[in-house]
């Protein structure tokens, strides 16, 4: 009896160690730390540019496109999403949609390797008998877009304060050289003919390496046209033709990893933008954005988006200064980080002091400390953003 228990005992802590050795296994490890799930959550940030390298569509509420809002790049939506097309076709992180109502679902024309593609979307609710694959898991916690947008807003109106040496002379606003630039336009101005104008040798890719912010203030609840491609010329070509040159494009110019760093910023929007092409992102987090036709090359931040144009995928590359106001680097769902450390600044107020920081040619600073995307095969849940 007593040989018999111990033959048993020998038995089970052999099988034991063999279930720990194998789940142990790096490659087990490796797969069991990337399987999406009910419990993830976003934790890259609420900060307009992270938002930028990331997202194609970013909407606290719903994105109603007909069959021509084909979008190559992930999505939030923080209310319905009614596409007659797919989207991420070229997605670097999952997707979030609070309510499917209908969709092709993730589009599959792009199959590079680096980054790495990701089809997860979490979702809170889908229509009765769907089913769009294992990759969609029901995880409607995954993003707070509520929380996201009151810190978005403040970043929109900081960003049409940042002061900048660059100004309209002569309806013309000259790129060129290592400045980034910011300018804030009264919304007047789209009415008139200020041009922005970029003479510099490298061309379109002079967008990849350098900001252009243009900040339109005064709209409100006024419903406004805007063409974000015949107001710019590069070296005398049109955005347009010139986009098509642009280095590193990819997937027939619908996508390019190196970068679109030329921003349309509207803070005090509330009505409807009917944008007629669009070269660059467009950040409007208050009004309701309505795509005539054509396509886009940049993401959209928005209260909702409407119509139908095609979304090309162009992530930013580098990172907007947005003053003093709330940047929302600080962990999503809590008030302050754990990672982030604090120090006082003379009138009180905290700053933080752990973001890496490099001078530039001007005296001024930028941040270094941006992670390249995740190229691991099988992983998605932890690319971050794409980094000058």
Same mark, same amino acid.
């Given at each position: 009896?007593?040989?018999?228990?111990?033959?048993?005992?020998?038995?089970?802590?052999?099988?034991?160690?063999? #279930?720990?050795? /194998?789940?142990?296994?790096?490659?087990?490890?490796?797969?069991?730390?990337?399987?999406?799930?009910?419990?993830?959550? $976003?934790?890259?940030?609420?900060?307009?540019?992270? +938002?930028?390298?990331? /997202?194609?569509?970013?909407?606290?509420?719903?994105?109603?496109?007909?069959?021509?809002? !084909?979008?190559?790049?992930?999505?939030? #939506?923080?209310?319905?999403?009614?596409?007659?097309?797919?989207?991420?076709?070229?997605?670097?992180?999952?997707?979030?949609?609070?309510?499917?109502?209908?969709?092709?679902? #993730?589009?599959?024309?792009?199959?590079?390797?680096?980054?790495?593609?990701?089809?997860?979307?979490?979702?809170?609710?889908?229509?009765?008998?769907?089913?769009?694959?294992?990759?969609? +898991?029901?995880?409607?916690?995954?993003?707070?877009?509520?929380?996201?947008?009151?810190?978005?807003?403040?970043?929109?109106?900081?960003?049409?304060?940042?002061?900048?040496?660059?100004?309209?002379?002569?309806?013309?606003?000259?790129?060129?050289?290592?400045?980034?630039? $910011?300018?804030?336009?009264?919304?007047?101005?789209?009415?008139?003919? #200020?041009?922005?104008?970029?003479?510099?040798?490298?061309?379109?890719?002079? /967008?990849?390496? !350098? +900001?252009?912010?243009?900040?339109?203030?005064?709209?409100?609840?006024?419903?406004?046209?805007?063409?974000?491609?015949?107001?710019?010329?590069?070296?005398?070509?049109?955005?347009?033709?010139?986009?098509?040159?642009?280095?590193?494009?990819?997937?027939?110019?619908?996508?390019?990893?190196?970068?679109?760093?030329?921003?349309?910023?509207?803070?005090?929007?509330?009505?409807? +933008?009917?944008?007629?092409?669009?070269?660059?992102?467009?950040?409007?987090?208050?009004?309701?954005?309505?795509?005539?036709?054509?396509?886009?090359?940049?993401?959209?931040?928005?209260?909702?988006?409407?119509?139908?144009?095609?979304?090309? /995928?162009?992530?930013?590359?580098?990172?907007?200064?947005?003053?003093?106001?709330?940047?929302?680097?600080?962990?999503?769902?809590?008030?302050?980080?754990?990672?982030?450390?604090?120090?006082?600044?003379?009138?009180?107020?905290?700053?933080?002091?752990?973001?890496?920081?490099?001078?530039?040619?001007?005296?001024?600073?930028?941040?270094?400390?941006?992670?390249?995307?995740?190229?691991?095969?099988?992983?998605?849940?932890?690319?971050?953003?794409?980094?000058?």
């Amino acid at each position: 009896m007593k040989k018999t228990v111990t033959k048993r005992f020998v038995a089970v802590l052999m099988a034991f160690i063999m #279930v720990c050795t /194998f789940c142990n296994r790096p490659e087990n490890v490796a797969k069991a730390a990337t399987e999406p799930s009910q419990e993830d959550r $976003y934790s890259q940030g609420y900060d307009i540019s992270s +938002i930028l390298k990331q /997202f194609q569509y970013f909407t606290s509420g719903d994105v109603t496109m007909n069959s021509s809002g !084909h979008t190559v790049g992930a999505v939030v #939506v923080g209310g319905k999403l009614d596409l007659k097309n797919t989207f991420g076709d070229a997605a670097i992180v999952p997707s979030y949609i609070k309510n499917v109502v209908s969709t092709q679902g #993730v589009g599959n024309g792009w199959h590079g390797e680096e980054p790495k593609k990701c089809d997860t979307v979490y979702y809170g609710e889908i229509p009765s008998g769907s089913s769009f694959g294992s990759n969609w +898991i029901q995880n409607s916690n995954y993003i707070n877009t509520e929380e996201a947008f009151e810190s978005i807003k403040k970043q929109s109106v900081a960003l049409s304060e940042v002061d900048s040496a660059i100004k309209v002379v002569d309806g013309i606003i000259t790129c060129s050289g290592n400045e980034d630039i $910011y300018v804030t336009l009264d919304c007047t101005a789209l009415k008139s003919d #200020v041009k922005i104008v970029v003479k510099d040798e490298s061309g379109i890719d002079w /967008f990849k390496n !350098h +900001i252009l912010c243009i900040s339109v203030t005064g709209v409100k609840e006024t419903e406004i046209t805007f063409d974000g491609y015949s107001r710019i010329k590069i070296n005398d070509v049109s955005l347009d033709e010139a986009l098509v040159k642009m280095s590193g494009s990819d997937y027939n110019n619908q996508l390019n990893f190196g970068g679109m760093n030329l921003i349309w910023n509207f803070p005090d929007a509330t009505g409807t +933008i009917k944008a007629q092409g669009l070269g660059g992102h467009l950040v409007a987090p208050s009004a309701t954005v309505d795509f005539q036709s054509g396509n886009y090359e940049g993401g959209v931040i928005a209260k909702s988006i409407t119509g139908g144009a095609e979304g090309h /995928f162009y992530p930013m590359s580098k990172t907007l200064k947005t003053g003093d106001k709330d940047s929302g680097e600080t962990e999503p769902g809590s008030s302050e980080s754990s990672s982030t450390e604090k120090s006082s600044t003379e009138d009180g107020s905290t700053e933080d002091t752990s973001t890496e920081k490099s001078s530039t040619e001007d005296g001024s600073t930028e941040d270094t400390s941006t992670e390249k995307p995740s190229t691991e095969k099988g992983s998605c849940r932890f690319v971050k953003h794409l980094l000058h």
